[in-house]
């Protein structure tokens, strides 16, 4: 392939080509560095460039390959990092202007690793402010487009790092992910987006006070391809000092059970997918079934019950953070944090008390005893990640009725947050214009079987990405 085409290129591809010194890792920075400045202005998906700290890491590892030192899973392949993660020189800005001069000294668990991997860091991928919704907006970098159709939401809260994935900046992304903030903006741009096992990627930082992002929340890789991410998972999940809930267990577990039976998920009786939606879970648990799954639709209410409690659980540990939203966030932050609310008094009546959480936690456990019962007979399942396609932008904050269906069709996104296990978006069509795909969760730190899963499906994807913004 020509030059200029290496930002096309897997990770995978990137990885073996450097390695085998057919291209150099300065050559594969600087093509993605101009696919950024060529495409990034039309969806605005990173926000800062680190041009010359990227050719100088990039030349760098170019004499580590000649004077042959030992190379990492990643080495010289670009990849961008989420704006509201610690990484050491810039700035954490969490989109809030008051925060553009948040210098970060050390980099974050997450950031070290592929940095130890050998990743070259090109650039900052942009975020909601204090990355809080599923749209990707801030006061400090502005809005992010879905390069399939602007008016549409990439996602969010990696809305970012999704569309810079699926225009072709970077073949991998870095994410985050407490209600779908990595899936959904993989499934919103036609990417794979994996939310790992909590304690399977170490992660510590400024907001470690949280108990929903110690309990819930995790890093994870963005990509164009299942491949890739389990490059990327295998680079980020190194051990770390830095992080008290790091689990060391190996990416490849025993082989399970055949025939592998596979639990359709459809609708636990909050929003029922759309045409679009329910047609590529048939297809998907077909091509599933002549892979020699067995697919069995199952109902699960238990799913029902997690999704109202990750509302309690988490939008109760926001609240101890409004203060700092209201005085540092943006209008559309301040909007969107009250339609949420307003959906959970609907639930719950007044604020709930601190036995109401309590009671919340004690719950989850017993919720997810239930879910691991189930997936002794049904090691994987096969849900939709959301109800229905991209939303228009901003429809969180058009009103509480919006917000209410926004948060219905996601159901999914919470619910698998609140049970801990690993979950794949993956991409596998395109339908009026927009992306549609699948979500498949595993047995916890059963990533490898999940990623088993997802190759089949995507083997038979109509979706091809990079794409130029439409």
């Not at 170019?62 to 990849?79: I, Q, T, Y």
Request: hydrophobic residues 45%.
């Amino acid at each position: 392939m020509k030059t200029e085409e290496i930002w096309k290129w897997t990770a995978g591809e990137l990885a073996q080509a450097i390695r085998t010194k057919k291209v150099s890792s300065r050559e594969a920075v600087e093509s993605c560095l101009q696919r950024i400045e060529a495409v990034n202005p039309k969806v605005n998906a990173i926000v800062e460039v680190s041009r010359d700290e990227a050719i100088a890491s990039a030349e760098a590892a170019d004499r580590a390959l000649k004077s042959g030192e030992p190379l990492g899973p990643l080495h010289g392949v670009p990849v961008s990092i989420k704006v509201n993660t610690d990484q050491a020189g810039l700035a954490t800005t969490e989109g809030a202007p008051a925060f553009r001069d948040n210098i970060s000294a050390n980099d974050s668990p997450q950031v070290a690793n592929l940095r130890k991997a050998g990743a070259v860091l090109v650039g900052r991928s942009n975020t909601p402010a204090f990355s809080f919704r599923w749209f990707t907006n801030n006061q400090l970098h502005g809005k992010t487009l879905n390069p399939w159709d602007g008016s549409r939401t990439p996602g969010g809260s990696s809305g970012g790092a999704a569309v810079a994935v699926a225009t072709g900046m970077v073949p991998i992304a870095h994410g985050n992910d407490l209600a779908g903030s990595i899936r959904y903006p993989a499934y919103a741009c036609g990417v794979a987006g994996l939310r790992p096992t909590v304690g399977r990627i170490p992660s510590w930082s400024k907001m470690g006070y949280s108990l929903s992002i110690q309990t819930m929340g995790v890093q994870g890789p963005l990509a164009r391809t299942v491949g890739d991410l389990r490059l990327a998972l295998a680079s980020m999940s190194q051990f770390s000092p830095d992080d008290p809930t790091f689990v060391p267990v190996p990416l490849i577990g025993e082989p399970l059970k055949r025939p592998i039976r596979v639990g359709l998920v459809k609708d636990v009786g909050i929003a029922p997918p759309s045409t679009a939606v329910n047609q590529t879970l048939d297809e998907a648990a077909a091509r599933l079934t002549a892979a020699g799954y067995m697919v069995e639709e199952v109902e699960m209410p238990q799913f029902a019950e997690a999704y109202k409690l990750w509302h309690l659980l988490c939008m109760e540990d926001f609240r101890t953070a409004m203060p700092l939203v209201e005085q540092f966030g943006d209008e559309e932050i301040k909007q969107s944090a009250k339609n949420f609310f307003a959906i959970g008094e609907e639930w719950w009546g007044a604020a709930p008390q601190l036995s109401d959480v309590l009671r919340g936690y004690a719950r989850r456990g017993a919720l997810i005893v239930q879910l691991q019962q189930i997936m002794e007979d049904y090691p994987l399942l096969l849900l939709p990640s959301s109800a229905e396609q991209a939303f228009e932008q901003d429809a969180d904050i058009t009103s509480v009725e919006n917000m209410r269906r926004v948060v219905a069709a996601q159901w999914s996104m919470m619910s698998v947050a609140v049970f801990g296990v690993p979950a794949l978006s993956v991409p596998m069509s395109v339908v009026g214009g927009l992306p549609v795909g699948v979500q498949i969760i595993g047995r916890k730190f059963r990533e490898d079987t999940v990623f088993d899963a997802a190759e089949i499906i995507e083997a038979h994807a109509t979706i091809r990405t990079p794409i130029d913004p439409r």
